[in-house]
């Protein structure tokens, strides 16, 4: 596989894991990009020969970067990703890839009409762990999937001025801990759900502080979500199927998920997987020279199913 030369695009927390993962992964990080040289260079600095640019139009214009990891507030998703297609860079980004349905589809269709790859940084999607157990769900093992049940609660401090309170930025449980809820359940079900219900609680500054939704496919596959931004609930993923069900506790980053076959017994299935933001890396990798591995489709889907949640919460407000 030939090699590419990765920019990273947005300095914060979480893109010093990606450059940690990508200098493990491949030995070095090409390029890095701030609103400030002195953010850039300091990100940069640990990283020899790592290219360090004071915009984002300098790292988006270099001809030698091949793909773009944005690292943004989602709010700013879809301006990024537009720019970079446009510069005829692959793009791998951060959740949630977009903050509604007809942002995504129409970078989609640039990424198709430039040729490019366009992926969502969603580990579920990439983990040993979430294959293996997804090959188990046949005739002869798991079963058809029955229902699944997903809980994900983090506790925010109130302040509007946080990106998770402020619906300027696109705040609210939905688009930040929703998206890996949501994934997990669609990952898991045959087909896109065709029926969705859902109530919300909305913070003083009117974002999503506390939801269910319940999802259901034309096979009957049903999946509850809970989500909650002012308490602590686990981050536990259940799939009930025919011949027994699975857990997987702490399932954005999970390691090891328990089988509980109807016979009673207990099987711990555990992967060495000790950096999920790697498999992001090989599997845009793979996907740009040509192993379809992209879950796009899946994404589009999450999103759409984004749309619908936010649209009854809207006519759940209008009545009250």
Request: proline fraction near 2%; glycine fraction near 6%; include cysteine.
């Amino acid at each position: 596989m030939e090699d590419f030369n990765w920019g990273i695009l947005g300095l914060g927390t979480i893109a010093h894991d990606f450059a940690e993962a990508l200098n493990q992964h491949h030995g070095n990080v090409y390029a890095v990009g701030s609103r400030s040289q002195e953010k850039a260079e300091a990100f940069a600095k640990p990283y020899a020969g790592a290219k360090a640019y004071g915009n984002y139009e300098q790292l988006l214009q270099d001809k030698r970067v091949d793909i773009i990891y944005v690292a943004t507030p989602h709010v700013n998703h879809y301006e990024y990703i537009k720019q970079a297609l446009s510069n005829g860079k692959h793009v791998l980004c951060e959740k949630a890839i977009t903050v509604n349905a007809t942002e995504l589809n129409e970078l989609v269709a640039l990424a198709k009409e430039k040729q490019l790859i366009l992926m969502e940084a969603m580990t579920i999607f990439h983990m040993p762990l979430y294959h293996k157990l997804k090959g188990m769900m046949t005739v002869d093992q798991l079963g058809a999937v029955k229902t699944i049940n997903v809980t994900f609660g983090s506790y925010k401090p109130y302040d509007v001025k946080n990106r998770f309170f402020n619906p300027e930025l696109a705040g609210g449980a939905l688009l930040d801990i929703g998206t890996y809820a949501l994934s997990f359940a669609r990952y898991f079900m045959s087909e896109q759900p065709n029926q969705v219900l859902t109530t919300m609680k909305g913070s003083s500054s009117s974002v999503d502080e506390q939801s269910a939704i319940l999802l259901r496919t034309s096979q009957d596959e049903m999946a509850t979500i809970s989500l909650a931004f002012r308490a602590k609930m686990p981050k536990r993923g259940m799939v009930a199927c025919e011949n027994g069900f699975v857990t997987v506790d702490d399932f954005p980053r999970a390691q090891e998920a328990t089988i509980h076959w109807l016979d009673g017994r207990t099987e711990v299935i555990k992967m060495n997987d000790s950096n999920a933001l790697i498999n992001e890396i090989i599997a845009m990798e793979e996907t740009i020279s040509g192993n379809d591995r992209a879950y796009l489709n899946v994404t589009e889907d999450v999103m759409k199913v984004m749309d619908e949640v936010r649209s009854q919460w809207e006519k759940e407000r209008s009545t009250k």
